[in-house]
């Protein structure tokens, strides 16, 4: 059955449905922030209803086509990359904010509201949308809830999975799913709802979620701390850690900021350039939690953790220090940079990063490496630089002979070869790295019972 009779078939039973086919929209909604896959998709549909997501579903089932969710297509693993000829279902047009339960502190949305949005939603309210990302301003509640996405905050308010009370989900089968109804507690068996937290939408589509809003964070302020190694990172985190609740910490490299600089989005801290820097953040609400903060400060730099730093004195300059972070990965993006997402247990940071070290000096002698992450959640992002002389695919090819000595370590320290950005299909070779093959086959029975024709974003995660 070709795509055109299911398109046909599609028109008829959904006369208002948006369906583009046009080789830019291809284009466009084929692929997201990864460049390892071309786009190939055949068509986009954009819903507008949870009925009409399980009218395309059940049309699919019948003509046997392959579906890829489609969010904001700021993904960083080729989730949502259509490269063999699927039918996109794009979520932009399902982007109401519903109804907000006060008491509850939770409101509904649907899949396509960005994740901006509800952070302003949330704001107008006096609460808070504790997820947060560079890629806010674009990124989908949908495509949050496909990748379990972590981000800035996960240290004091955990990942996407945290903030979500309840979903309604179309399964790969067609079936409208209403799951948790935003219930705190809620013991009547399998919690589907979490089965459908970072499944990068191969069980089924998000069509809304109910979402947990957070009391407003008092007086955020930011510590940038140059330091002299990776082991003093994973000092100050400890010492850090202990004496302040703290809300994000952060770490990155000189590489990094020498490019956030280059590329105008803000100044350096100070003065000193230092190998790497730690950005911490907590709130201040007492005098005594900043006397806190600064005594620790003065005893980490007697003891030579810090050479240099500089706190936060308005919420202008608490931006302006955000900038040296969130500006990386944007920036980087023009070098075409080959990413890794591990995570390890805080525990083992320290002698995991001492063996990455010894594999990236020994093996990426040419590449320029960017160092930055989430490391107050054990999260690393290790990003190779493409070399101009170099084609993509001759870069990426010898980024994957490394990977394996990369995804080893992990596997040493029982760690994850994706901590944030999912599998997708750029992870999708590692996976038994971080899952045993009983796991895995567990999984693929999983996807069966929700997706027995295996129509849904089907290549990702696994085969
Ligand atoms: C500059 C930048 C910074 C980033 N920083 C972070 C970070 O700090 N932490 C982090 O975790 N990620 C980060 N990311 C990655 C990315 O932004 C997140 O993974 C984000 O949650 C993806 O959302 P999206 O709407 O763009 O999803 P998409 O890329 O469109 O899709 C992601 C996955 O979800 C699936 N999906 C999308 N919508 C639905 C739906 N309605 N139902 C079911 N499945 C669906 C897709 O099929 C795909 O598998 C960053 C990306 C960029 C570009």
């Not at 390892?36 to 209803?49: E, G, Q, R, Y």
């Not at 949305?109 to 704001?123: D, S």
């Amino acid at each position: 059955m070709t795509i055109s009779t299911f398109l046909d078939q599609l028109n008829n039973t959904l006369p208002d449905l948006t369906i583009k086919t046009d080789k830019d929209s291809l284009d466009n909604w084929g692929k997201d922030w990864t460049k390892h896959f071309d786009p190939n998709a055949s068509a986009i549909l954009f819903p507008k209803s949870t009925e009409e997501v399980a009218q395309i579903v059940r049309l699919a089932n019948e003509y046997k086509i392959h579906l890829v969710p489609s969010g904001g297509r700021t993904g960083l693993s080729a989730g949502a990359v259509a490269a063999f000829g699927e039918v996109v279902v794009s979520f932009d047009k399902m982007n109401a904010i519903g109804t907000f339960y006060e008491a509850d502190r939770m409101v509904e949305v649907e899949a396509g509201v960005v994740t901006k949005a509800l952070q302003e939603f949330a704001e107008s309210k006096d609460l808070y949308y504790a997820v947060d990302f560079a890629s806010s301003g674009s990124s989908q509640i949908g495509g949050n809830i496909g990748t379990n996405a972590g981000g800035i905050k996960v240290i004091r308010y955990g990942m996407t999975r945290n903030q979500i009370l309840g979903l309604t989900v179309v399964t790969g089968k067609g079936d409208v799913l209403e799951l948790n109804g935003g219930m705190l507690k809620n013991a009547t068996g399998y919690d589907f709802r979490h089965l459908f937290i970072g499944a990068e939408g191969t069980l089924g589509f998000v069509t809304k979620a109910l979402i947990k809003l957070e009391k407003q964070p008092v007086n955020l302020t930011a510590m940038v701390l140059g330091v002299p190694d990776f082991n003093a990172v994973v000092r100050l985190l400890d010492k850090f850690g202990k004496a302040l609740h703290l809300t994000a910490f952060e770490f990155f490299d000189q590489i990094a900021v020498d490019k956030v600089i280059q590329a105008g989005h803000t100044k350096a801290p100070f003065d000193s350039q230092t190998p790497f820097y730690v950005l911490l953040e907590f709130e201040a609400v007492s005098d005594e939690v900043l006397d806190t903060a600064m005594s620790v400060f003065e005893s980490c730099a007697e003891a030579g953790l810090i050479v240099d730093g500089v706190m936060s004195q308005s919420v202008g300059q608490l931006h302006e220090l955000w900038k040296l972070r969130e500006s990386i990965s944007e920036t980087i993006s023009v070098f075409t940079p080959y990413k890794n997402d591990v995570s390890v247990l805080i525990s083992y940071l320290g002698d995991f990063i001492a063996d990455i070290e010894t594999i990236v000096k020994d093996n990426y002698p040419d590449f320029e490496i960017c160092w930055f992450g989430h490391i107050g959640d054990g999260n690393l992002h290790l990003n190779i630089l493409k070399p101009e002389h170099l084609s993509k695919e001759e870069f990426f090819e010898k980024c994957q002979v490394v990977n394996q000595y990369v995804f080893e370590t992990v596997k040493k320290y029982k760690g994850s070869i994706s901590a944030e950005h999912g599998v997708g299909m750029t992870k999708k070779p590692y996976l038994d790295y971080t899952r045993s093959p009983v796991e895995i086959e567990y999984m693929k029975a999983v996807k069966a019972v929700f997706d027995p024709n295996g129509i849904m974003n089907a290549g990702k995660i696994f085969d």
